[in-house]
């Protein structure tokens, strides 16, 4: 496994870009479980993978998903590359059985990636600890045919001791498996300072709103 500290949407690009690959070697299409901290993310992901890329073997797993149940766990993962899911999925009480009663056969998970995994170790320690439990759950219920998937951990605003914690939670024990860019500039990006006084600070931003708006 590794944690990959990137800046901000190229860890989602990462990960995205592997979804659309095929193991020749097995001949199967390997599946990747995506960890979100909000459904409102789960559903973005989906739709730029829809409309971007035209990939439509993605769901989103989330508590408006009133259409998918536990035992149809085996068929949304064998028609689907990519499964986006919370942390608290794993502890539900109808999905640890429903994973361990899937047939192995031609289905494994190939990664579990775990996007703004900041929140492991800044929310797990707080008030969602099911981030805690995320190693050992990915240990024992997404092992499939004695296939354990890799772990990658992507975020783009862990501190140097967060990034230490995340690693020591997710039982990484290999000293490189880190990963920080050489620099987190963003040359797409342009950063404009507009100058103004307390009294007329409000104008200004309504005038640079406005600008805004006639550009897009």
């Not at 730029?48 to 989103?60: C, D, F, K, P, R």
């Not at 600890?129 to 296939?147: A, H, I, K, S």
């Amino acid at each position: 496994g590794l944690i990959s500290g990137t800046p901000t949407a190229a860890g989602s690009y990462s990960f995205q870009v592997d979804v659309t690959g095929v193991d020749e070697c097995v001949k199967r299409v390997p599946l990747t479980l995506v960890v979100d901290p909000i459904t409102f993310l789960m559903k973005d992901q989906v739709l730029g993978l829809n409309e971007l890329y035209g990939i439509s073997a993605v769901s989103a797993w989330h508590s408006e998903s009133n259409l998918i149940r536990y035992e149809q766990i085996g068929e949304l993962m064998a028609t689907n590359l990519m499964i986006f899911l919370s942390p608290e999925r794993f502890l539900r009480s109808g999905f640890r059985p429903a994973m361990k009663a899937l047939a192995a056969g031609d289905l494994f998970i190939n990664y579990v990636v775990i996007d703004e995994a900041h929140c492991v170790s800044m929310w797990g320690h707080d008030f969602r600890p099911p981030y805690l439990m995320l190693e050992r759950c990915v240990r024992d219920y997404c092992t499939l045919g004695g296939r354990q998937p890799i772990v990658v951990a992507l975020t783009g605003t862990a501190s140097q001791l967060v990034l230490i914690d995340l690693k020591r939670q997710l039982n990484l024990e290999d000293m490189d498996s880190i990963v920080r860019p050489k620099s987190f500039d963003r040359q797409e990006l342009t950063y404009i300072i507009v100058e103004a006084n307390r009294s007329s600070k409000c104008l200004v931003l309504r005038q640079v709103l406005q600008s805004i708006a006639r550009r897009l």
